[in-house]
């Protein structure tokens, strides 16, 4: 069931994607436009099949591979040979897991400053997202922003290690971020990192209060929410106004923190949207796709 409805959100937000289902013998990796690439176990162990996941999972492809669970930690060899290949792994550990395959754009490198970036944030707060939630993000940043124009949103930068990971995406997809962050200290950080891993000519970090701020335009293609938390649904209601139709919207904390983000799930899982909560790490992750009043006027012939 999670599997289904993630997949669904995934080809809700990028209109014409195709299911490449490399577990069929009928599969064909020469599908052009966007997709999304079923994989298993069995193709990630098996080399002639994996090379075929490598090529079909391109840098605007993402893939989906069910029942990962944990098997994949008790054959790092797997994860070695994704590595070898140019690919990535999130997982998603909520039910019988999965993993959202992706090609990775940035180097080893880039990972250890991320990584240190993480550390730092640990270190003086704000607690970070995961290694393993930054790796989604990216994924899905990059698959969104491959095959639709607009700018992507974050609220809340923090000291930047999500934000590093969305700006990366973007500006291998010629996309721009705009991240705001309501501490001018805090914003200062993330700005120099940016600009010592060449990031910043695509990310630009408001000091402001993201509640507010008018975007000016309705472009927002995807957005990350992960600022003060009983706030998620102000940050929500704000950026309503600039979201294009199937939008995708990212919450974090919403398995860890319910009691504070009631009202943002409230709206999310109202029909103006169609969500889903997964746990990318413990502190979970809600995905949403804007149905706007589309999604209003279907509940309402429904009945």
């Known amino acids: ?175 721009r971020l705009l991240s705001f962050e309501v501490r001018e200290d805090r914003a200062r950080y993330v700005e120099s990192v940016l600009r010592e891993l060449g990031l910043d000519e695509c990310t630009e970090i408001v000091i402001a209060d993201a509640k507010s701020f008018d975007l000016g335009s309705r472009d927002v293609v995807l957005a990350f929410i992960d600022g003060a938390k009983e706030e998620y649904h102000e940050y929500l209601l704000n950026l309503e106004k600039f979201l294009t139709k199937r939008a995708i919207v990212l919450a974090h904390n919403t398995l860890s923190h319910p009691h504070l983000v009631s009202k943002y799930i409230e709206l999310v899982y109202s029909p103006r949207y169609r969500s889903v909560t997964v746990a990318t790490d413990p502190a979970g992750l809600t995905l949403s796709i804007y149905l706007g009043t589309e999604g209003v006027n279907a509940s309402s012939g429904a009945l």
Request: glycine letters at 10%.
């Open 1 to 175: 069931m999670l599997l289904s409805e993630v997949i669904e959100l995934l080809s809700m937000s990028v209109e014409g994607a195709r299911i490449v289902d490399l577990c069929s013998e009928r599969a064909s990796v020469s599908v052009e436009g966007p997709r999304i690439v079923l994989a298993d176990m069995e193709c990630l162990s098996r080399v002639e099949l994996l090379d075929a996941v490598a090529q079909c999972v391109d840098s605007a492809s993402i893939g989906v591979v069910p029942d990962l669970g944990l098997r994949i930690y008790l054959r790092p060899s797997i994860l070695r040979d994704l590595h070898d290949r140019g690919l990535g792994v999130a997982q998603v550990f909520s039910g019988l897991g999965m993993g959202i395959v992706y090609r990775r754009g940035y180097n080893d490198e880039f990972a250890r400053r991320a990584v240190e970036v993480w550390r730092e944030s640990v270190a003086k707060g704000p607690m970070p997202i995961s290694v393993n939630t930054a790796k989604t993000l990216y994924a899905l940043t990059k698959f969104v922003t491959s095959w639709r124009r607009g700018r992507v949103v974050e609220v809340g930068s923090g000291l930047g290690f999500s934000t590093l990971f969305m700006a990366y995406a973007c500006r291998e997809t010629g996309c």
